[in-house]
């Protein structure tokens, strides 16, 4: 790819991603043209969400945050839920493309719902058919450390000298690696696949520090006493991002009634609750 076909690529997901530290809690009004969507999925018994393959702690192999978000969901609606997984491409507008208003050219999809999209003003703008809803979390990048190592942060350069685990090929790592001029690059454990496994080399001793998004340390680290996890010290990064859910643009009244569903599992505190569940703190958009 040269140059110019690089500047009119659509925007990655990891582009996405970069922006989110001023992504919107909320998006423009529903459409108005469709009020048979939840009609059918109830007469059909059965809502399908599509869900992120491998994106721990909300779904792996089947569990997680956004399986248990998904079930209430459904429950909410009267229907039972099914699954529908699928691996991340890097083109977000694809993802939507494929899960949410098309279907995958494999030959599966679209999902009635799909959780996990960034609720981002820009990728809204630019992928119209499809309504980007109902935020239930804010994520942030945040980094993990081993007291007894590394006793206090006032910026990165308390790390100086300190090994850091962070996948290569995330937000976190590409921050860190960025970081001051570049001046963390050789102290930077790259080889881990995602914060999770960046966060279990930190409790291994492997480390004395994890960067990652603060779901994948926490559902790691939990509540143990021996690490203190706090947002990585680069103010674009402190306010995060929130992350809702889509549906095709013309399933009004789907919308309003999964954004009435969301809006009641966070009021009666059963957000909290399925996040706690694995351990992570849930963090209101």
Request: proline share 6%; charged share 20%.
């Amino acid at each position: 790819m040269n140059q110019d076909d690089r500047a009119s690529a659509p925007p990655s997901r990891r582009a996405v991603l970069l922006g989110l530290a001023t992504a919107c809690a909320a998006g423009p009004a529903l459409a108005q043209t469709d009020t048979r969507a939840l009609e059918r999925i109830r007469a059909r018994g059965r809502l399908s969400v599509g869900l992120y393959n491998e994106m721990p702690p909300f779904h792996v192999a089947g569990a997680g945050i956004d399986v248990d978000i998904a079930k209430a969901l459904a429950k909410a609606l009267g229907v039972e839920f099914s699954t529908l997984p699928f691996n991340a491409d890097e083109n977000m507008g694809d993802d939507l493309r494929n899960m949410v208003w098309k279907g995958h050219y494999l030959g599966f999809g679209p999902a009635d719902v799909l959780l996990h999209v960034p609720v981002d003003r820009p990728l809204m703008q630019g992928n119209p058919r499809v309504e980007i809803f109902a935020p239930y979390y804010r994520e942030r990048v945040m980094i993990a450390r081993d007291v007894e190592r590394v006793p206090s942060m006032d910026s990165l350069k308390s790390f100086a000298g300190q090994r850091i685990a962070v996948p290569g090929q995330s937000l976190a790592g590409w921050l860190l690696i960025g970081a001051d001029s570049g001046a963390y690059r050789d102290q930077l454990s790259t080889q881990w696949k995602d914060g999770v496994e960046a966060a279990q080399a930190l409790r291994r001793g492997e480390v004395a520090a994890a960067a990652g998004h603060a779901s994948e340390l926490q559902s790691v680290l939990g509540a143990d006493k021996r690490f203190a996890i706090e947002p990585l010290p680069l103010p674009r990064m402190r306010e995060g991002w929130a992350v809702g859910m889509a549906v095709k643009k013309d399933a009004t009244d789907l919308a309003q009634a999964l954004q009435s569903a969301t809006n009641t599992l966070a009021t009666s505190g059963e957000l909290d609750a399925i996040f706690s569940r694995h351990s992570v703190v849930w963090s209101k958009p």
